[in-house]
């Protein structure tokens, strides 16, 4: 169901003025913002539908793949319409910090003391997890098949054709990873070093892609021998092509989290919500309908994930102590920010 017919369903209006959506809400209900796709149908089912049952509210939806521009503009007028969005941690941290964004009483977010403090901000809380990982397509390499960020730059000992995201977020610690930088040491990051880096391997880079999708399509029709990929649509391709395949040793362990618009229409109830979805129960439906982990790490004591299912998931245990886990932190800060500018001169 498109999210027009989630808002006429819930009895809301929706107009457009001047590009900025206007909702009238009854009494019980929220605005959730989430990316759209496979994703946001796949947490309607496994938490936004029980949540709301659960709760007793009425979850209207919009989708937004970048959402901070909207959540700049709403915060702005003082009077947005979203209550609940579903965003990376760098919009949270970036709109706390402006105003646009509630500080989080944690008080009222029992669910929120069972997460380790890295998966919080003053803003936020952790809700999926994805990791950026090395994929590659065994039939083209043949035993050259890379297992690090250190084996893609090497070009020389792992000949074939290469694609990174046209992105400073990850692929800068890809560059320092490469460059001999400790996992536990990226932060903060050395911006110098890693561009200097990227100057090296920018030569053999057929493609610098920009959406997911692209991204699985070069690895599925064999068009680069490995890239950086989501590990959600590796996992899609190694589906029809038993060639294709990842790893998550070096991955790099990101997330969205969920944040509340500063005077949220509906603040006391998107509380009331956001603790529902982060709990260990709801968290645990995730992942048995799209390739991501939960945010909540207790999701895999309760029993519903499967240890096989578990294993291919980015936030399990053992898969997370394999990778680095992003410092959105980092990139909302000015450095972080300076960085993003950077990106767009080494790119042209």
Request: with cysteine.
């Amino acid at each position: 169901m498109t999210a027009l017919k989630r808002l006429l369903a819930a009895g809301s209006v929706l107009t457009l003025a001047g590009g900025v959506a206007s909702v009238a809400l009854a009494a019980g209900q929220i605005t959730f913002v989430s990316q759209g796709g496979a994703y946001q149908e796949a947490q309607t089912k496994a938490i936004l539908d029980p949540a709301a049952e659960q709760l007793g509210i009425t979850i209207n939806q919009d989708s937004a793949p970048d959402a901070w521009p909207m959540i700049k503009t709403q915060g702005e007028t003082g009077k947005p319409i979203w209550d609940v969005v579903d965003t990376p941690p760098a919009n949270c941290v970036r709109g706390g910090k402006a105003g646009l964004i509630e500080e989080l009483d944690f008080s009222k977010l029992p669910n929120a003391q069972t997460m380790p403090d890295e998966y919080k901000t003053p803003y936020s809380v952790a809700y999926e997890f994805y990791a950026s990982v090395l994929a590659f397509n065994k039939a083209n390499l043949g035993d050259k098949v890379p297992q690090s960020w250190a084996d893609f730059w090497n070009v020389e000992a792992f000949p074939g054709t290469r694609a990174l995201r046209n992105h400073p977020h990850v692929t800068l610690e890809a560059a320092l990873l490469a460059d001999g930088v400790a996992r536990d040491q990226l932060y903060p990051l050395d911006v110098d070093r890693a561009f200097k880096k990227l100057e090296e391997i920018k030569p053999h880079i057929t493609v610098w892609w920009t959406s997911g999708g692209q991204s699985a399509q070069l690895l599925a029709d064999g068009e680069v021998d490995m890239a950086m990929v989501w590990n959600g649509r590796a996992s899609a391709v190694m589906q029809d092509i038993e060639d294709i395949d990842f790893t998550f040793n070096d991955g790099f362990l990101q997330n969205t989290q969920l944040c509340i618009l500063k005077n949220a229409p509906n603040l006391d109830t998107a509380m009331t919500f956001l603790n529902a979805a982060i709990s260990p129960e709801l968290q645990a439906n995730l992942p048995l309908e799209i390739d991501y982990g939960p945010g909540n790490p207790a999701a895999f004591d309760t029993g519903k994930i499967p240890a096989d299912r578990a294993a291919e998931l980015p936030s399990s245990p053992e898969n997370a102590a394999k990778q680095t886990l992003i410092s959105d932190d980092w990139w909302a800060s000015p450095e972080g920010e300076a960085a993003e500018r950077r990106w767009l001169n080494f790119i042209q």
